[in-house]
């Protein structure tokens, strides 16, 4: 039987510093870390979210936010980095992490969380978008600048903006485990039309359509295709920002997400 994690957040200044060890190797950059320690013990003192995951004593994951407010809005978390170390003992841990800081949200009356994510890793938009009950509704175009970390170096940063509503129905039942993943076979034959799709050899197969609902799919694993054809990666960079790009500037939104890699698209 293994051994439960122990979620909490982080104050103390060593545990701060394992934080950093951990993400920064977790995106092998060992010369810049993700966040570094100074970052971590400001954000922990002035009441932001910084939480790690521990094991038998031992930090195995962790999740970094801050609280964030625009213009004729609410107060939000932004919920910046999120990790968990390759041999973790723990299955699922991301997801428990996750539900640590919705709770810890809604416990201080925030009630939306946002943060980025690469909108090419087919395993994180299922994640965020059916494991979590998250939405879409922006793709932001380089945002980051060109990459230099060991998981994505030379590639430009585009990202899909994630919105949570915490105290949503659908957050509540992928809380208890009770989301269902969309049929994309009931979708295309009640009219769903794909502006994406993995061709016969991998490559990106692009049309157009105003259908009330898209699908588009994404390359089985961006991060190995990224390495072994660096040209090819690039094509599925251009292809998925023309097509959400464009259904978004078409007043779609991402509603959900598949095992498979395809995201559900509804006006």
């Known amino acids: ?34 966040v570094n320690t100074d970052i971590l013990r400001a954000m922990a003192h002035s009441g932001n979210y910084v939480a ?34 390759p041999d973790s003992p723990v299955r699922g841990l991301g997801f428990e992490l996750k539900q640590h800081q919705r709770r810890w949200c809604l416990d201080r009356g925030v009630k939306v969380a946002e943060w980025t994510t690469d909108p090419l890793v ?40 994630i919105s949570w509503q915490l105290d949503s129905a659908l957050a509540e039942a992928a809380a208890a485990g009770s989301a269902s993943e969309p049929d994309v076979k009931e979708l295309v034959a009640g009219g769903a039309v794909a502006v994406l799709s993995v061709g016969s050899a991998g490559d990106a197969v692009v049309r157009s359509s105003s259908a009330r609902v898209l699908i588009c799919q994404v390359p089985e694993d961006i991060v190995t295709l990224r390495r072994s054809d660096p040209a090819a990666a690039r094509s599925w960079r251009v292809a998925l920002r023309q097509a959400l790009g464009d259904a978004f500037d078409a007043g779609y939104r991402v509603s959900g997400a598949t095992r498979a890699g395809w995201y559900v698209l509804e006006r």
């Open 52 to 85: 790690g995951a521990h094991v038998g004593g031992r930090l195995v994951g962790g999740l970094v936010g801050w609280l964030g407010v625009r213009p004729a809005q609410d107060l939000h978390l932004h919920s910046h980095i999120l990790g968990v170390v």
């Open 122 to 161: 087919r395993r994180n938009a299922y994640f965020n978008l059916h494991k979590l009950g998250a939405e879409a509704r922006e793709y932001l175009v380089n945002f980051y600048g060109a990459m230099s970390d060991g998981l994505n170096a030379g590639e430009e940063s585009d990202r899909l903006l």
């Open 1 to 34: 039987m293994s051994e439960a994690a122990v979620i909490s957040e982080l104050r103390e200044l060593e545990d701060l510093r394992d934080l950093e060890s951990l993400f920064t190797g977790i995106w092998e950059r060992s010369e810049e870390p993700p």
